[in-house]
T-cell receptor
């Protein structure tokens, strides 16, 4: 199993709908989890971080972490065309100043 | 807060020349910075971990003599691509973690697009 896995997509949703992005991870990736958004030709931008089981909400974004099932998800409510991007799931194998382990990303397309 | 800058944002050079890319944390101190490379339509690939005041840790397959990393201060790390060749053309991105976040959250610079002719 790859350390962080994502469906590459593309995931297409109509404007105003909820976009659901999922990510699973291996036993080695047990620490913090992050969602990044990357527009084409740009660098990743941190959207959410989540460290403990449950939901974490920030505006239209909700991150969900389930350590027992080893998955983390990102929900985007009221999706807008400007949300169209690649969403990268990342985790850490150790705490502290250690590298992130990235999934390959899911391409989201919000159709107006 | 947590702004990371890179310079230059793009560079075109001739094959065989060296190119230096700077990564700065503008409003925080970062003991550790990371360098990534991304080819078109591919995922981020970690090249090395740069620690202030010590040698960088390179990922397997990354030539340390070709990609020189210097982390001279808590706000500056540089990546020098020596004797660049067309296959080194890529999008180079750095990231940094604020010391106050315990090294958890990482913030990315805007990236440097390198084209080697």
């Amino acid at each position: 199993q790859k350390e962080v896995e994502q469906n590459s997509g593309p995931l297409s949703v109509p404007e105003g709908a909820i976009a659901s992005l999922n990510c699973t991870y291996s036993d080695r990736v047990s620490q913090s989890f992050f969602w990044y958004r990357q527009y084409s030709g740009k660098s990743p931008e941190l959207i959410m971080s989540i460290y403990s089981n449950g939901d974490k909400e920030d505006g239209r974004f909700t991150a969900q972490l389930n350590k027992a099932s080893q998955y983390v998800s990102l929900l985007i409510r009221d999706s807008q065309p400007s949300d169209s991007a690649t969403y990268l799931c990342a985790g850490k194998t150790y705490s502290g100043n250690t590298p992130l382990v990235f999934g390959k990303g899911t391409r989201l397309s919000v159709i107006a | 807060g947590a702004v990371v800058s890179q310079h230059p944002s793009w560079v075109i050079c001739k094959s065989g020349t060296s190119v230096k890319i700077e990564c700065r944390s503008l409003d925080f101190q970062a003991t550790t910075m990371f360098w990534y490379r991304q080819f078109p339509k591919q995922s981020l690939m970690l090249m090395a971990t740069s620690n202030e005041g010590s040698k960088a840790t390179y990922e397997q397959g990354v030539e340390k003599d070709k990609f020189l990393i210097n982390h001279a201060s808590l706000t500056l790390s540089t990546l020098t691509v020596t004797s660049a060749h067309p296959e080194d053309s890529s999008f180079y991105i750095c990231s940094a973690s604020p010391r106050t976040s315990g090294g958890n959250e990482q913030f990315f610079g805007p990236g440097t697009r390198l084209t080697v002719l």
